[in-house]
């Protein structure tokens, strides 16, 4: 039923080739394929990565890219690319923008169904002003995806994690009242999410009732796990760099009710991918412990899914 994946960024290293064959040789039905500009140069953790160029989809690297996965016996679950679209740059916004949309053509031309993104936020101003600028900006990239019959999935993360990233975070989508304000202003049945529970964690909400309340907009489930150290929140506070309280983890290692949320889809009768996002510092050393945080999370998430 659940189509277990991982989302590429995280092997950064290796080429398109690399990520596919290690894919099919470890038992994942998909992977989710990072698509940065290919000359970007974004230092941000995980970001910058290109291991499909949008930009460069002749019909003979289209062909090459499907010999690739059906050798491989794998599919790509969605083209991510995780700019911020209401950056208050306006040069540096309309850029990210132009770029999703050419992911979302690009995802058009090899039959992927999902682009997966940020909404983006101006971490100076308030919800309700950026919830403005989002109507002005978001309804356009919308529209190119129903043109192209392509979903959208705002992955929930607030993209508050550095200092410069402060106050606000560098991501809207951060909750379900601000989810239900953005259904309201694109209602498209196309716009929905990229759910990650672990966001839930470290801002104290509750995991599992997003699953049943936006079923109908689950266009694709990321699998990560964060753990909060109370002793750390109990002496900076919710109000600190997010950071200073809680880290991200491997599924399992965390505070995520993985039994009631492997559940809630069930109840839900999701049938999309469910793939597995490794920012788990522990694991960052070298090749061999990124390879272990993938294998790792699979040993750990395949009680859920038989």
């Known amino acids: 039923m659940l189509k277990l994946g991982f989302n590429s960024a995280i092997l950064a290293d290796f080429g398109l080739e690399h990520v596919i ?78 770029h999703i949309k050419q992911v979302i053509r690009g995802a058009a031309k090899l039959d992927i169904p999902v682009v997966t993104t940020f909404i983006g936020r101006d971490p100076s101003k308030s919800i309700k002003d950026n919830l403005a600028r989002f109507a002005d900006v978001w309804p356009a990239i919308v529209k190119v995806a129903e043109e192209h019959n392509v979903k959208i999935g705002i992955e929930n993360c607030p993209m508050f994690f550095t200092d410069d990233e402060w106050p606000g975070g560098k991501n809207l989508a951060i909750s379900p009242a601000v989810w239900d304000k953005m259904f309201e202003i694109i209602p498209s049945p196309i716009f929905g999410l990229n759910y990650d529970p672990s966001h839930m964690i470290w801002q104290m909400m509750d995991e599992l009732k997003p699953i049943y309340d936006y079923k109908d907009r689950l266009h694709h489930v990321h699998l990560k796990d964060a753990k909060v150290y109370k002793d750390k929140l109990d002496r900076v506070g919710i109000l600190a760099n997010p950071l200073e309280y ?24 999701y049938r999309g991918p469910v793939v597995i996002e490794v920012e788990d510092k522990a694991y960052e050393g070298n090749v061999t412990d990124v390879q272990s945080a993938i294998l790792t999370s699979r040993n750990y998430l395949k009680q859920f899914l038989g």
């Open 21 to 98: 064959q290690f894919a099919g040789n470890h038992g994942f039905s998909c992977v989710e394929m990072m698509c940065w500009p290919a000359d970007n140069a974004d230092s941000r953790r995980y970001a910058g990565v290109t291991h499909i160029d949008v930009n460069d989809l002749s019909d003979q690297r289209i062909s090459y890219i499907r010999h690739l996965l059906k050798e491989a016996n794998i599919f790509i679950s969605a083209l991510g690319y995780y700019p911020n679209p209401l950056d208050p740059d306006l040069g540096r916004s309309e850029y990210y923008i132009e």
């Open 246 to 269: 809680h880290s991200p983890k491997l599924p399992g290692l965390g505070d995520v009710n993985w039994r009631g949320f492997f559940a809630a889809l069930t109840d839900v009768r």
